[in-house]
């Protein structure tokens, strides 16, 4: 099980007020985890990651286990304690503007 | 009774003012999309109930959300806007070669025949059809492949296509403008375009009088004269008595003629309305008062309207899709500023009214007028 944690903006689209439990088929990486989340919830196509490049957004990050994942190979595998449930995955709206 | 609702788009969400025909009280529903931008809320004209908003941030990109009970709920459509084959590039701010990247909707024009139809204006410049309310959106490409596209440079918004007139007596028909390559028009419902910027003339371009490279900010019709267009460029007012083949300029006795906003009274097809704002490095009311003008002969003659506007220390801008008229029998009228008022008139601008004042930048106002 796989707890996604998403910024306020994304909660309300998905009308979810809290945390995201996913099944997500192995291998666990960044890319299985969207792939999933979007697939749950289609209204986030585009919001996270460019729909055509698969390319994250320029100002979404990826943390987990308090590490910023957002530059890491989306099919690398993500930390044991995400895959287990131990810790979440977050996606961050980047501060900025005003 | 008739009643009148007033779709609002701001910098931090969607308001939906309505209010009955005599316009004295309104009610004020929202944020809708709280936090998000929404360049644009238009409902259908074949269908009231059906209302389409452009909602995007910076951080998520772009939604489209559909009402099919007069903005009660509402759920998102399609969001993908894709180009049509290899976009190409056009000039950037500097004038080298810049790859075609979709970044918003600016504006939503529900078609004047088909409930299901609607067409979307983008940045970068191009203009985009739904044929199913929004499930699945395709680009007209002629638009954008026209052999001047290359040449085609964003203003200091963005290169985008905000204004979009279908002809209501020939749906084959559509005129739309880019800032800042100008206006276009179809014949054949967007197989083929061609600029109809004759007569148009911007000192900001290195010749004044170019086929494309002008700012065009906003164009307007009244439904009864299809041919006869009213253009806020960005400098100068201009008016086309032949569906924008050729234009002449009726800024007239303006003490401006800088502005975004251009619309038509609902009865009288000569009556037109502009903000003017000082200049295009001072995007505020001249003397700090704000003031709609209004011209009763189809331009060139203006008188000033100001009747329940501030007269002192008023420094907001009215953004180039944010004034809509009524058409109940005294025709309404309704603009919304950066400082986040909408103000409208009964009775066909001789006197206002803030009917919301602190809202976020009003970033565009539509009016539907219902039995």
């Given amino acids: ?28 990486c960044q890319r299985s985890v969207l792939d999933a989340l979007e697939a749950r919830y289609p209204v986030l196509v585009g919001t996270i990651r460019d729909p055509a490049t698969q390319r994250r957004r320029p100002f979404i990050r990826f943390f987990a286990c308090e590490e910023d994942l957002s530059h890491t190979s989306p099919d690398a595998p993500l930390p044991r304690d995400v895959e287990t449930g131990r810790e979440a995955y977050f996606v961050i709206g980047a501060m900025a503007g005003g | ?62 939604l489209i959300q559909r009402s099919d009970d007069g903005g009660a709920s509402w759920e998102p459509v399609g969001n993908q806007f894709p180009y049509d084959g290899v976009p190409g590039t056009h000039q950037w701010y500097d004038g080298t070669p810049h790859p ?36 699945s959106w395709h680009e007209l490409s002629g638009l954008r492949t026209h052999e001047t596209g290359s040449q085609w440079q964003p203003g200091a918004g963005g ?25 276009f028009r179809t014949d054949d419902a967007g197989t083929s375009w061609k600029p109809i910027n ?35 460029k960005h400098w100068d007012i201009m008016r086309s008595n032949d569906a924008g083949d050729s234009w002449f300029e009726v800024s007239g006795n303006l003490p401006t003629d800088f502005g975004f906003v251009i619309d038509v009274n609902a009865h009288e097809p000569e009556t037109i309305y502009v903000v003017p704002i000082t ?77 919301v004042r602190d809202l976020p930048a009003v970033l565009s106002v539509e009016v539907q007028t219902l039995a």
């Fill in chain 1, 1 to 28: 099980m796989i707890r996604v944690v998403l910024p306020a903006h994304l909660k309300t689209l998905t009308r979810v007020p809290g945390e995201i439990e996913l099944d997500v088929v192995a291998p666990v």
């Fill in chain 2, 1 to 62: 009774m008739s009643s009148v609702r007033v779709l609002v788009g701001t910098r931090k969400g969607a308001f939906i003012l309505t209010a009955d025909g005599s316009r004295r009280n309104w009610r004020v529903q929202g944020p809708l999309f709280a936090g998000w931008e929404i360049y644009h809320v238009k409902g259908s004209p074949v269908d009231p109930n059906r209302i389409f908003a452009a909602q995007s941030t910076g951080w998520f990109g772009q």
């Fill in chain 2, 100 to 135: 075609w990247e979709f970044a918003r909707v600016w504006h939503l024009e529900p078609s004047l025949f088909d409930a299901d139809t609607v067409f979307a204006g983008v940045e970068d410049a191009a203009l985009f059809r739904t044929n199913d309310a929004g499930d």
């Fill in chain 2, 159 to 183: 290169m985008c296509l905000h204004t979009i007139i279908e002809s209501p007596t020939d749906p084959a028909r559509i005129v739309v403008a880019i800032s800042s390559a100008g206006a």
């Fill in chain 2, 198 to 232: 004759r007569g148009l003339s911007s000192e900001g371009i290195p010749d004044a009088d170019a086929e494309v490279g002008h700012c065009v900010h906003h164009i307007t019709m009244h439904p009864s004269r299809p041919d006869v267009l009213f253009m806020q």
């Fill in chain 2, 279 to 355: 200049s295009d490095s001072m995007h505020f009311p001249l003397d700090g008062q704000l003031r709609v003008y209004r011209s009763r002969t189809g331009g060139g003659e203006w008188e000033p309207l100001t009747a329940g506007l501030p007269q002192r220390d008023c420094y907001v801008n009215v953004l180039r899709d944010a004034m809509a008229v009524d058409t109940l029998e005294d025709c309404g009228v309704y603009f919304g500023t950066t400082g986040g008022q909408v103000y409208a008139s009964a009775n066909g601008g001789d006197t206002w009214e803030a009917i």
